[in-house]
């Protein structure tokens, strides 16, 4: 989406920036791995095909991607001392960090289903939004940088913005059955299994709060452990 096409989002361990067409060859690259094709229900595609699939997903309002960072690897070019630059920092840092490269973390929205006319009318008047859900996915590409408390950071960012800038209040996982780290990872946040399919293999988890704002203030304290993260505009 474009909405967050120029936005960065620096955690303690990752940071989330936009994923831009300098990222795409190193995702064809890890796209090609059978492992994080059965873990993330992708198909293959050819390196046009996902030329084509960054720039419609940059235009589409519907779906929020960002790459993720080993701040280690990039913290060079983005801190002054031990902390993340507060404002703004120039555009060339996608290029310069693009080695730091170890996943991405995307959030497909949607209206939520279970919303009847009279509450989503009413919350519009109030927010100027419907009430809005999301199916959200992760993908550690680099097997090194897993487990080590960086998806679940990442994860706890991700929410957070979907909740405050995209009013999402309901969260959406679904996990293969035998990716056990990825299932006791959103148990831990609050998530709550909602369905099996079976044919597929595979659970479904479900995070919802009565608003958006709610959301938020349930996951600050799901999250706490990991300081919040700092905003950083591309310009």
């Known amino acids: 989406m474009r909405k967050n096409y120029e936005t960065i989002l620096c955690g303690e361990k990752v940071v989330l920036v936009p994923y831009r067409p300098e990222h795409v060859e190193k995702y064809h690259q890890w796209m090609k791995c059978p492992f994080l094709l059965e873990m993330t229900g992708s198909e293959p595609l050819s390196y046009e095909e996902e030329v084509q699939m960054q720039k419609s997903w940059r235009d589409d309002d519907k779906k929020c991607t960002f790459i993720l960072l080993s701040k280690e690897l990039c913290s060079n070019f983005l801190t002054v001392g031990e902390k993340c630059y507060t404002s703004f920092i120039d555009d060339s840092f996608i290029t310069k960090s693009l080695d730091a490269m170890i996943g991405d973390v995307n959030l497909f929205l949607s209206e939520d289903e279970e919303d009847d006319e009279s509450d989503s009318g009413r919350y519009c008047e109030i927010m100027d939004l ?24 990442a994860v706890c960012i991700m929410m957070m913005y979907g909740a405050m800038e995209l009013g ?21 946040l609050g998530f709550k299994e909602s369905n099996y399919a079976a044919c597929f293999k595979e659970y479904e988890y479900v995070f919802q709060r009565d608003t958006a704002a709610d959301a938020a203030t349930a996951l600050r304290e799901k999250c706490k452990s990991f300081q919040q993260a700092i905003t950083i505009k591309i310009r």
Request: charged content about 40%.
């Open 130 to 153: 419907k009430h809005k859900q999301a199916e959200l996915d992760i993908m550690v590409a680099e097997e090194q940088f897993r487990g080590k408390g960086i998806g679940k950071e």
């Open 168 to 188: 999402i209040r309901k969260f959406v996982v679904k996990i293969k059955e035998d990716n056990t780290r990825s299932r006791l990872l959103f148990q831990s």
